[in-house]
């Protein structure tokens, strides 16, 4: 099994805790062409009724709903849940002056401990590329949603980042960049909206258009450090610094091409 589904790599390393994942984001959010946000865009496909029972899998640090307060209707029953306790923990932390009253759960998607149509929504944000069993996932989601609920799944295209894989085999093609796997290569935008056909009525498909001009080595440094298995990061760290400002100082910018979006999954 590769490092991105391998459940113990994942609560012991990479999400033991929101360091990772915070790496990832401050570079989208400092160089990003589109201004508006992933979250808030993301917030915007939620179609929700005027009272919803709402369940996040693989919730984070919590990024979805900070980004969003000023949006969260007071009669939404809102559970944010992950696999990781670090994650929840920060969740909750990051949450708590909000007035909202948000629930939070330790929870393996794979195994989800509510009842038959429990939910209105149930939103996977990035997360169904690392579970080991995805149809166990896709079968509770669909299992816990109500008549005429809907899952919001984001994912990756067969484009994103390329030009950042392209750059990591050029510092070092021995690089393991994407924890053996890409996301894109396990559960896609191309291919994704066929498997999700199988468990809901109408599956549409909905793209983030979006790109990263980069113009500073530093953070790019720790998104890619966050996302390898460089052995020795720290003493490479300099090495893949001096690399970056080499490109930096020839192209002027790092241009990367980014392809997401999400699924609006209709069940009957």
Same mark, same amino acid.
């Given at each position: ?34 201004k ?25 640090p ?12 007071? +009669? ?17 932390e ?8 948000f ?14 149509n429990t ?5 996977? +944000? ?138 609006v999954?209709?069940?009957?």
């Amino acid at each position: 099994m590769s490092k991105i589904a391998d459940q113990h790599y994942l609560l012991t390393d990479q999400y033991r805790n929101a360091t990772n994942l915070d790496a990832r984001v401050r570079l989208h959010v400092l160089f990003s062409t589109n201004k508006y946000g992933w979250n808030r865009w993301y917030f915007d496909r939620l179609d929700l009724p005027p009272r919803a029972r709402i369940l996040e899998l693989g919730c984070g640090p919590g990024h979805l709903w900070r980004d969003n307060l000023d949006r969260i209707s007071a +009669n939404w029953d809102v559970t944010l849940s992950d696999f990781s306790a670090g994650m929840v923990r920060q969740a909750e932390e990051k949450l708590r002056k909000h007035k909202h009253p948000f629930r939070y759960q330790i929870i393996d998607a794979q195994s989800v401990p509510f009842d038959d149509n429990t939910f209105d929504a149930v939103i996977a +944000n990035h997360m169904l590329y690392h579970v080991p069993d995805r149809s166990k996932v896709l079968s509770e989601m669909r299992r816990i949603l109500k008549h005429n609920g809907q899952a919001y799944v984001a994912t990756n295209g067969d484009d994103h980042l390329r030009e950042l894989y392209d750059l990591i085999q050029r510092f070092d093609p021995s690089v393991d960049f994407g924890w053996g796997q890409r996301a894109h290569e396990i559960f896609s935008l191309s291919s994704g909206g066929e498997e999700l056909l199988r468990w809901f009525q109408r599956v549409e498909a909905r793209r983030y258009d979006d790109a990263l001009i980069v113009t500073e080595a530093e953070p790019l440094v720790d998104y890619i450090l966050s996302m390898t298995t460089i052995e020795s990061a720290t003493t490479r760290r300099a090495e893949l610094k001096r690399f970056i400002e080499h490109e930096l100082s020839a192209r002027g910018s790092i241009h990367i091409a980014k392809d997401s979006g999400l699924f609006v999954c209709l069940a009957t």
